[in-house]
């Protein structure tokens, strides 16, 4: 069993950066992959970006990819999402997520393949 609780949402203005953080409970959260998803109101949740257990392997969304980093701590529980460059279209309820270990993108990027979620923090980009 795993819980997430993400935090470091807010409002920012387009252009500036965000970093989220996702800590997760328990002892196993280096065994797991996480990811990060996004949901704008009326839109399906959607794929943003995406890390293996080691760290080593990092995926990303292309609409994100070049703004948005991840990264993990695993002495810490925690995951990571910087954003930079944001726009007016990353407005979202951003979710983090931890699932088994994948062995291809295919996984990493279908939410239906995640286990845990967390409750989400709200990121919102102005004008």
């Known amino acids: 069993q795993v819980q997430l609780v993400e935090s470091g949402g807010g409002l920012v203005q387009a252009g500036g950066s965000l970093r989220l953080s996702c800590a997760a409970s328990?002892?196993?959260?280096?065994?797991?992959?996480m990811g990060w998803f996004r949901q704008a109101p009326g839109k399906e949740r959607e794929f943003v970006a995406a890390?293996?257990?080691?760290?080593?392997?990092?995926y990303y969304a292309d609409s994100v990819k070049d703004r948005f980093t991840i990264s993990r701590d695993n002495a810490k529980n925690t995951v990571y999402l910087q954003m930079n460059s944001l726009k007016l279209e990353d407005t979202a309820v951003y979710y983090c997520?931890?699932?088994?270990?994948?062995?291809?993108?295919?996984?990493?990027?279908?939410?239906?393949?995640?286990?845990?979620w967390g409750q989400g923090t709200q990121v919102t980009v102005s004008s």
């Open positions: 997520a931890a699932g088994r270990i994948f062995l291809s993108r295919t996984y990493y990027v279908n939410k239906d393949e995640y286990n845990y």
């Open positions: 328990g002892r196993t959260f280096s065994s797991y992959s």
């Open positions: 890390i293996s257990w080691s760290g080593v392997m990092t």
